[in-house]
């Protein structure tokens, strides 16, 4: 059974950079998975960001990008703010089916 | 405006059945790749079906089998067809649409779902 993991948590400073990792038990995460990234906020509908792996909607502030980073699918966040404390989901392909990660609850201490 | 509009959640006892319905506006579901997501109270999300443009679906294994997507053209609509359905079923489904390499990029409010006796 295929599992996608995500950090848990993680915490990080305004104006600080952070990344957050995906990772596949299939293996590497290739361009092939498509990654794409969501933020959700308490009570709220989750929110995409990145689609197939680096590229931003429209609606993304500058400050977060993606990437595929040693195996992983990435999501990095620099020049942190307050109300980017969330939770974040990442999703990756599996031939047709879609499987999303546990998120990661970022705080901004 | 895209606007995706769930109904049909609500408490249903375990081994019963529920269709969920995704009334979209603003673009038309057989052009765009249609899903159900679900999150469990307190839990992460979790991927359950797409309906491609093509009409090829998949589901999540925990729900293959029991779930069924379909769409209604002429009701610019999307369904969710739940049976036997489990305690562990309980969750905000959300109807979401998007196209290749971007399934997910709308989003509806989502409709609630109870499984218990």
């Known amino acids: 059974q295929t599992v996608v993991t995500q950090e848990p948590s993680l915490t990080v400073s305004p104006g600080g950079t952070v990344i957050l990792t995906c990772a596949s038990s299939t293996g590497a995460v290739t361009t092939g998975h498509y990654a794409n990234w969501f933020q959700q906020k308490f009570g709220q509908a989750p929110r995409a960001l990145i689609y197939?792996?680096?590229n931003m909607h429209s609606w993304a502030p500058a400050r977060f990008s993606g990437s595929l980073l040693g195996g992983k699918a990435a999501l990095t966040l620099s020049g942190v703010q307050p109300e980017d404390e969330a939770e974040y989901y990442c999703?990756?392909?599996?031939?047709?089916?879609?499987?999303f990660g546990g998120g990661t609850k970022l705080t901004v201490l | 405006e895209v606007q995706l509009v769930e109904s049909g959640g609500g408490l249903i006892q375990p081994g019963g059945s529920l269709r969920l319905s995704c009334a979209a506006s603003g673009f038309t579901v057989s052009s765009n790749y249609m899903n159900w997501v679900r999150q469990a109270p307190g839990k992460g999300l979790e991927w359950v079906s797409v309906l491609y443009t093509s009409g090829n679906t998949y589901y999540a294994d925990s729900v293959k089998g029991r779930f069924t997507i379909s769409r209604d053209n002429s009701k610019n609509t999307v369904y969710l067809q739940m049976n036997s359905l489990r305690a562990e079923d309980t969750a905000i489904y959300y109807c979401?649409?998007?196209?290749?390499?971007?399934?997910?990029?709308?989003w509806g409010q989502g409709t609630l779902v109870t499984v218990s006796s």
């Open positions: 197939s792996t680096s």
């Open positions: 979401a649409r998007g196209e290749f390499g971007r399934p997910l990029d709308d």
């Open positions: 999703l990756l392909y599996y031939g047709g089916a879609w499987m």
